[in-house]
């Protein structure tokens, strides 16, 4: 689950993670009440969407007064932002955040994720700090550092210390070590505790304030496992239904793993890995998949209902694939579920089944003598030709 960058900073700053004082408006007059209230004398009013690049899409204003910040308020909120990782069609600003200006010595990034390689925690730095992360990693990933979080140990003060060390080189910044390591750690308590599955400070800075240093966390991004969120209630109330796709939303109430894809075969598996299979011998065929749909191990009618209305709300599916390994599930169950979803919702594009597993005789009988257009497969690779071409057909 994602999450705004003020609700990122609301649980960071529990943890002691060390940022600027903030707060959120959802009008222009609230952001500019918002900077009277924390009598800010110059403020930075950034617009709150899921997606980076914010500031190079214009969703980052630097304002001087209260009036200044109202002005940008009206701005940003209700336009339509564009920035590099919205794509053309942008999202929709509902909030700003008013945060309090500084002046900034130095920038640097932070980031703790799970390394998919290693199965470990691992910690990310480089003195490149507010600037898009993935291109210093291709251009010069000298700059990049990592460290390699033992779960057994956990982030011990010493490596926390050690890697504030190589991530702040320049002499003029040592005295900020100390704190440098206690954000460090803070920032692996709040990962840990919330079940993170990434934690990004772009920029992390150093910044300086009554003539005294001090290291912040100016802009945070916090991605939670959907898994965990059962054990963390406060945190999935932060859910913003307007950032989510309508339809992966309705589909994560009701248990179905779906995301929306730009191509015209709707897939219906069992399985996350069969599904991932299933989409790419689709385009091994010439067909582009149109959505990820897992409907798991033991669906009901009423589950398989719902996904064909997943899959057929998408207008541009021209065919479906259904293709189901009968295990826990058995294929007599799935094809009774099929046949009675596809009168419920009223099937009006070409259907291929692929059935395998468990009563799979039984499952081709089912569907075979019902009434419904189907095309059965006899294997995978069939299953994907056929509805490739069904879909150049429609």
């Not at 004082?21 to 900077?35: G, H, N």
């Not at 219906?268 to 191990?297: R, S, Y």
Request: glycine share 8%.
């Amino acid at each position: 689950m994602n999450i705004h960058e003020y609700q990122a900073k609301q649980i960071l700053e529990s943890y002691g993670v060390n940022t600027l004082r903030s707060k959120v408006a959802e009008t222009p007059e609230e952001a500019e009440a918002v900077v009277q209230e924390l009598n800010f004398d110059r403020c930075v009013v950034k617009a709150q969407i899921h997606a980076g690049g914010r500031g190079k899409g214009g969703g980052i204003k630097l304002a001087n007064s209260p009036a200044e910040a109202k002005q940008h308020a009206e701005t940003l909120i209700g336009m339509q932002l564009v920035t590099p990782q919205t794509g053309p069609e942008g999202k929709r600003v509902r909030k700003v955040l008013i945060a309090e200006a500084v002046e900034i010595e130095k920038e640097y990034y932070l980031a703790i994720l799970l390394d998919r390689e290693t199965s470990q925690l691992t910690l990310i730095g480089s003195e490149e700090g507010g600037v898009n992360i993935e291109e210093v990693a291709a251009e010069t990933p000298e700059k990049i550092i990592r460290a390699q979080i033992d779960p057994a140990f956990g982030l011990t003060a010493f490596q926390a210390r050690q890697f504030a060390y190589q991530l702040i080189t320049a002499s003029t910044y040592r005295a900020i070590i100390p704190n440098a390591t206690a954000l460090i750690l803070s920032l692996y308590n709040a990962f840990t505790a919330c079940d993170c599955s990434l934690v990004e400070i772009n920029p992390l800075a150093i910044i300086k304030k009554d003539d005294e240093l001090d290291i912040v966390a100016l802009d945070s991004k916090v991605n939670l496992d959907d898994n965990s969120l059962w054990r963390h209630p406060d945190i999935a109330e932060m859910r913003d239904p307007y950032e989510e796709d309508p339809s992966e939303l309705e589909a994560s109430e009701s248990g179905l793993s779906y995301i929306r894809l730009d191509g015209d075969i709707g897939c219906m598996v069992n399985g996350a890995g069969l599904a991932m299979a299933t989409m790419d011998i689709i385009k091994q065929n010439g067909g582009e998949p149109a959505n990820f749909l897992d409907v798991g191990g033991g669906a009901s009618v009423e589950a398989v209902a719902h996904a064909f209305r997943l899959i057929l709300g998408d207008e541009n599916v021209k065919a479906v694939l259904v293709n189901i390994f009968g295990g826990i599930m058995k294929c007599d169950t799935i094809a009774n579920g099929i046949v009675e979803a596809a009168k419920q919702v009223e099937l009006n594009v070409p259907l291929v089944v692929r059935l395998e597993g468990t009563n799979v005789e039984l499952g081709k009988q089912i569907i075979a003598e019902s009434d419904l257009d189907v095309q059965l497969a006899e294997g995978l690779s069939e299953a994907a030709q056929l509805a490739v071409t069904a879909a150049n057909f429609a």
